[in-house]
């Protein structure tokens, strides 16, 4: 079971992240790229973890190597849905997918997504001209 202090710690990062991105001028209505983050030290357990997003209807990226500040190094992926900003929203993903790390045995890091300029003409609608220093979080 997922220990319900993490749970809360994430609900509570999730309001944070809204608020900076809104008090920044972010766009209130736009459609957000919501990036969960896994890591593993086990590339198989990540492998499955990911098929298991992916069957529950979550865009996956491919596994990265990641050393942390410790020296060790771990298998990272994002698992990827588009929501608005709605922190009830974004916390059902948040719980469903903390469950699912636990269950697999691979890390839920948490979240990000990047800035929408309400006053932006997107040319490319993947997002692909997004620079990583636009990240929050």
């Given at each position: ?48 973890a ?51 790390a ?14 929408e ?21």
């Amino acid at each position: 079971m997922v220990d319900k202090a993490e749970l809360d710690a994430q609900y509570e990062e999730t309001r944070l992240i809204i608020e900076e991105l809104l008090e920044d001028g972010s766009d209130p209505d736009a459609l957000y790229a919501i990036e969960h983050h896994f890591s593993a030290d086990n590339f198989a357990l990540l492998e499955k973890a990911a098929v298991e997003a992916f069957k529950l209807g979550y865009e996956v990226t491919d596994a990265e190597e990641l050393e942390i500040e410790t020296g060790e190094t771990l298998m990272c992926c994002d698992v990827i849905s588009e929501s608005a900003l709605n922190a009830e929203l974004i916390d059902a993903q948040v719980d469903q997918l903390m469950k699912l790390a636990e269950k697999m045995g691979v890390n839920y890091d948490g979240w990000g997504t990047y800035f929408e300029d309400p006053d932006a003409e997107y040319d490319d609608e993947d997002g692909d001209d997004i620079e990583p220093e636009d990240r929050v979080h």
